[in-house]
């Protein structure tokens, strides 16, 4: 008597799996590597300034260069930035800040250092390269954006849906 499952044994017999594993691994890799991405990874959160004004007229600093055998002057522009009341919780001295100037948008940000916070306003120390020449005014106006934290997508996901609000 002839086998009637000899065409689906030898059909079983030819196929393979490997199509599928080679899939499902590719796809493990990939989530694997999301996975590492969304714990690990540090994105910055910011405040940003309700208003800016230029306190004064730049200062020259003078500071050695890791790679430099001799002190470099560097123009030093005072800035003082108004925060509201639940960003100012915050703000500490030393932070890194982002300078935004309305008046001249092509120079694009300039970097700054938080000096002191009094109250709800912020007073900074921005630094500009030797070779940079920038004309600013006092009273100039701009936006300040200072990095209060660093967080990975996962804790940025659990603060939006509420829970460990904390971290």
Not at 8 to 16: V, Y
Request: charged share 20%; aromatic share 6%; net charge positive.
């Amino acid at each position: 008597m002839p086998n009637p499952f000899s065409r689906t044994t030898r059909s079983l017999n030819a196929d393979s799996f490997r199509s599928s594993l080679t899939a499902l691994i590719i796809t493990l890799l990939l989530l694997t590597v999301w996975s590492a991405w969304f714990f690990m990874a540090e994105m910055a959160i910011y405040k940003t300034s309700l208003s800016v004004r230029m306190a004064g007229a730049d200062i020259l600093v003078s500071e050695f260069p890791e790679d430099a055998r001799r002190a470099v002057q560097i123009k030093e522009k005072k800035i003082i930035a108004e925060f509201s009341q639940e960003d100012i919780g915050s703000i500490r001295p030393g932070q890194p800040a982002k300078l935004y100037l309305k008046q001249i948008p092509q120079v694009g940000p300039l970097s700054a250092k938080v000096d002191r916070v009094s109250g709800t306003q912020v007073a900074l120390s921005a630094r500009l390269a030797p070779g940079v020449l920038l004309k600013t005014q006092q009273g100039e106006t701009g936006q300040v954006k200072i990095e209060v934290d660093t967080v990975s997508p996962a804790v940025l996901v659990m603060r939006a849906s509420g829970l460990f609000a904390g971290l």
